[in-house]
């Protein structure tokens, strides 16, 4: 009887979509956090009849064949990285993506890392990074006696001195887009890596080749519904439920077969 393992596959799959679930709602708050979807795939199956078998000395075929599959599997979690709200903040160095692309950091190994995370801040010697510490791709550093910021949807940095009214440019702002978003890497801390599924960053300026613009003064929340989470956290509740029940009775069919005198 293969329904004890089908079944635990079943409750397996299900703890897999509960784990995810538990992931978007904690996130819930995290700024340009991309919700995840778990998604799952059919197991080999048992082929006890193959489809168009010949059934009879005279030729007759199978209009169908017997086979019994043998469970899921998580198959993949996706991303995604649909925008999420965008909530202004008035803060500088505050930006948020309209539309598709990744700001650029660098990692401490000097790899580059990718986030949609524009809550930027700045050390005591002005150098523009992330919230722990990692710089924003070009060094940009705003001096010391500037007045204020301001970075134009299309990446252009701007400090203002006093006597300045028209302030100076210090840096650019690019954005990376991929090929295939979805294959990235998250590596915790609100940053994806690259990879061979994803293909090369193209970096570029905002707003062009299908690129977002930049909004300074805003942040991007996070993209979990919460609505749905509950709804399909239910869902996944009941079917580890209905997986357990399968085995209980599958258990119980065995126990009967074992008291046939």
Partial sequence: MQALRIAATGMDAQQRRVEVISNNIANMNTTAFSARRAEFADLHYQQLRAPGAITSASGQIA??????GLGVRAASVAVNFQQG???QTGGDLDIAIEGEGFFEVTLASGEPA??????????????????????????????IDARRVTINANGEVFAFFDGDPNGTQIGEVELASFANEKGLEAIGGNLFRATAASGEAVRGVPGEEGRGLLRQGYLEESSVDVVQQIAELIEAQRGYELNSKVITAADQMLAATSQIR
């Fill in 114 to 143: 990718f986030t949609r995370d524009g809550s930027f801040k700045r050390t005591a010697e002005g150098l523009v990074v992330t919230n722990d510490g990692l710089p924003l791709a070009g060094d940009i550093t705003v001096p």
């Fill in 85 to 87: 709200s965008l909530e």
């Fill in 63 to 68: 209009p169908s064949g017997v086979e019994i």
